[in-house]
């Protein structure tokens, strides 16, 4: 996606003096890849406008500024999967984007104090519990871009690129072995995709993640049923709404 037509794609969702620079902050410094690129930031920031609304339509005050901000920024720091300070990556985040904004002058003490938290509970890495309904938002955001169609053809992509194959046709719901997501993308479904709308912290995002959930479970005895099977089904944890 081109930082162009991406600047029009969000000013559909926010208007702000600070969106400009913050873009080209992104363009500068964000590494991009498959998984993390400014498609992701557009889809993370449309599923946070839809929690947004959802949750304001439940009487909670979400300041949508906020929202944005640390949704904008929340991978500016973005390391492998392999690195050793992979678990500071959000930490790294935050730090940048309260930088960014204090530069700017784009908001208040207290406002960027939301964004940093935002951003550093944002990340399982981490470990860190989401306690605003904005950082709630974002983490909620961020985790709906694994799971439905989008995450199964993302995962599917990923893994491609790591070498990874579509399923082990011995045990293709790992049945008799350990799941392995690095050798066998389907495992992948198992070991987080499935688990993710239980960690869901939102009533809007876990019935947005709850449907996405439902269409993974399609999916799967879909390709059970074709490469003649029976599914797994026990791994998969129930929806809590
Ligand atoms: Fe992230
Ligand atoms: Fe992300």
Redesign the pocket.
Known sequence: MKQQDFENAIALLIQEDWVKPTVDLIAADMQMNAG?DLGHLLRVLRNARRIADGEIARGEAVDWKVVAAAALL??VV?LPKDHPDRSS??RQSSEKAAAHFRALGAFDEAKIERIFHAIEA??FSAGIEARSIEAKIVCDA?RLESVGAFGIARVFQVSGQLGGGICDMADPFAEHRELDDVRYTVDHFYSKMLKLTARLYTPTGRAIGGQRHRFMETYLAQLADEIGVPVREDAAEPVSS
Do not use: E, P
Request: no cysteine; net charge negative; charged share 35%.
């Open positions: 993390h929340h991978d973005d990556a959000s944002h990340s961020d």
